[in-house]
């Protein structure tokens, strides 16, 4: 048995040593790195460079350790946030049974999920995030501190993106979110566009069930959840004006995410716009080489090959026009702050040609 208090206890210690990992390690390790490479004969070109001048430094096998088992504590440990809502199962699967959730939702009994999907624990969520009636609970939780460094008193990244989206396209009427989880990229979505229709789509009934519930107990009329393939939505042809997703792409293959310009396509209207905010660019070697480890070490398989797609091309390709690709400033100043670990946040957007 946790008791609350340990609970609550272990898990700010982790989240006060990630933000120690993020912040003084990292910059050491950056500087330790500059060091390295300026006795190299050549600079590093790539990842695989930066690779070859770090794999025996002590201090980068640290941070390595780190970065892989505060996360799997996190989720795993004696005080891990498994064990923790595994305690209080009944209660938390009761909460999904709240008053008008039902009416938002549509559950697929059949849907097969992929393979890509099932094959890895993502961000070493034990079991991913669909296979447990409580992994939406545990993933809410979770995800409170995927970016450490925004603390409380930062307008949450969600609502930053959801304000370029207004800004864009404030008088969108149809909107459809993409790998919505349990809702937390939707709501500033349907809380902004309060004249406009949003669907948020996902392949994990219990994040859906948890989206669906905290809907319906903020008594939102313009939001419903279906559970499906975001390269398969089952959704019309030309329903929505808008298509956008946070953090999805990075967890699709790139024939997955290739499907999903395609699904996007036909789900906009002519003139339709799709805007993505996910981790793509990584300006110089040793970023990129940062990035490549944490996919490896955090178990996101899918973030490198994401990050050596040319989806300038591939947009291209699939039919869309006007394409902009842009760094997303997560915080208040992220952008210029180079010392701090950080995702590569980018805003992806294009339109359906008129
Ligand atoms: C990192 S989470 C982001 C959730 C949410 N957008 C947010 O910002 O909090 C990625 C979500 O994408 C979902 N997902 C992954 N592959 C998917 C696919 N092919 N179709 C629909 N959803 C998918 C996962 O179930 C998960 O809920």
């Not at 919505?180 to 500033?188: A, D, E, L, Q, V």
């Not at 229709?197 to 009329?221: I, N």
């Amino acid at each position: 048995m946790i008791d609350g208090r340990s609970f609550v206890a272990a898990q700010d210690f982790l989240l006060g040593a990630k933000i120690y990992w993020t912040t003084q390690l990292y910059p050491e390790l950056r500087e330790e790195f500059r060091q390295r490479q300026s006795t190299a004969p050549q600079p590093a070109k790539n990842a695989e460079d930066v690779a070859e001048l770090m794999a025996d430094n002590v201090l980068y096998q640290n941070f390595a350790w780190l970065e892989r088992h505060l996360q799997r504590f996190k989720y795993s440990g004696r005080y891990g946030l498994q064990p923790w809502h595994d305690q209080q199962r009944d209660k938390l699967a009761a909460m999904l049974d709240a008053p008008g959730a039902d009416s938002l939702l549509a559950l697929d009994d059949d849907l097969e999920l992929p393979a890509y999907y099932t094959s890895v624990d993502i961000h070493q969520h034990p079991g991913g995030v669909y296979g447990d009636e409580i992994a939406g609970f545990v993933y809410e939780r979770g995800a409170r501190s995927t970016t450490p460094m925004l603390g409380g008193s930062h307008k949450d990244l969600h609502y930053r993106f959801a304000d370029i989206l207004l800004n864009e396209i404030g008088n969108a009427r149809r909107v459809v979110d993409l790998g919505c989880g349990f809702g937390k990229s939707t709501r500033p979505i349907y809380e902004g566009f309060r004249d406009a229709d949003v669907v948020g789509v996902d392949l994990s009934a219990p994040c859906l069930k948890l989206a669906a519930t905290e809907a319906a107990k903020a008594q939102a009329r313009n939001i419903r959840f279906r559970q499906a393939s975001a390269e398969a939505t089952g959704l019309d042809d030309g329903c929505c004006d808008v298509v956008t997703s946070t953090m999805l792409l990075h967890e699709m293959p790139p024939p997955a995410i290739r499907d999903l310009f395609s699904e996007s396509f036909r789900l906009l209207e002519p003139g339709g716009r799709m805007s993505h905010l996910d981790f793509y660019l990584l300006p110089d070697p040793f970023l990129r080489f940062m990035h490549y480890s944490h996919s490896r070490r955090n178990n996101e398989p899918y973030m490198a090959p994401l990050a050596e797609l040319d989806i300038e091309q591939e947009l291209s390709d699939a039919g869309f026009v006007n394409i902009s690709i842009q760094p997303f400033e997560e915080a208040v100043g992220a952008l210029n702050n180079n010392r701090a670990w950080r995702f590569p946040w980018t805003v992806i957007s294009a339109e359906k040609p008129a």
